[in-house]
């Protein structure tokens, strides 16, 4: 069965089409994949993954032409100008 893996961090920006068995789950595409011999401090414990844009879980089934994704952290940086209340 053919589905995509999308990971992206500072330095990388990985697209992989991958032929998996069926039944595979997301963690199985992944390590199919190699991602985390090329990137061996991708920890998927404390990343989210999801298919297609929706949040999902490790042990979640893929179809055929699923697009498995790795999401990295969202940090925010407060400039002294930002404002968390909308008062202006």
């Known amino acids: 069965m053919k589905v995509g893996l999308a990971y992206t961090d500072e330095k990388n920006e990985i697209w992989l089409d991958l032929d998996v068995e069926e039944n595979s789950t997301v963690e199985q595409v992944i390590e199919t994949s190699g991602l985390l011999n090329k990137i061996p401090n991708l920890d998927l414990e404390s990343r989210k993954v999801g298919i297609f844009g929706k949040f999902t879980r490790l042990t979640a089934k893929v179809s055929e032409?699923?697009?498995?994704?790795?999401y990295r952290p969202i940090t925010r940086v407060l400039d002294e100008d930002d404002d968390d209340d909308d008062d202006d």
Request: charged residues 50%.
């Open 65 to 70: 032409g699923d697009r498995v994704e790795i």
